[in-house]
């Protein structure tokens, strides 16, 4: 089976942004969906399953991340990461 790539872009509304909670619970969602997860910003690019990585792009309420996913069930990851920002990172 062949990897596949999806992408999609979502909005920071979390009041606090990403710090190391949200970053933790990104972090967590995007290893468990078994893809290799890139996050980019403005300010840089991170692994998606690095809680160190998605805190040290500072990223405040109103940021634009723009995610990609590769793997078998890249969509479906895509998908969850954007439901997880859009909801305030509520698990």
């Given amino acids: 089976?062949?990897?596949t790539t999806a992408g999609?872009?979502?909005?920071?509304?979390n009041a606090q942004g990403l710090h190391l909670r949200p970053a933790t619970e990104f972090a967590k969602?995007?290893?468990?969906?078994?893809?290799r997860v890139q996050?980019?910003?403005?300010?840089?690019?991170?692994n998606g399953a690095s809680v160190l990585e998605l805190a040290m792009l500072g990223i405040t309420q109103?940021?634009?991340?723009?995610?990609?996913?590769?793997?078998?069930?890249?969509?479906?990851?895509?998908?969850?990461l954007?439901?997880?920002?859009?909801s305030?990172?509520?698990v």
């Fill in 29 to 35: 969602l995007a290893m468990a969906t078994g893809c």
């Fill in 39 to 46: 996050v980019r910003t403005d300010a840089g690019d991170a």
């Fill in 8 to 13: 999609g872009e979502v909005v920071v509304r």
């Fill in 62 to 80: 109103g940021v634009t991340l723009r995610i990609t996913a590769e793997g078998p069930s890249a969509g479906d990851a895509v998908r969850r």
């Fill in 82 to 86: 954007i439901q997880l920002v859009e």
């Fill in 1 to 3: 089976m062949s990897a």
């Fill in 88 to 90: 305030g990172f509520v």
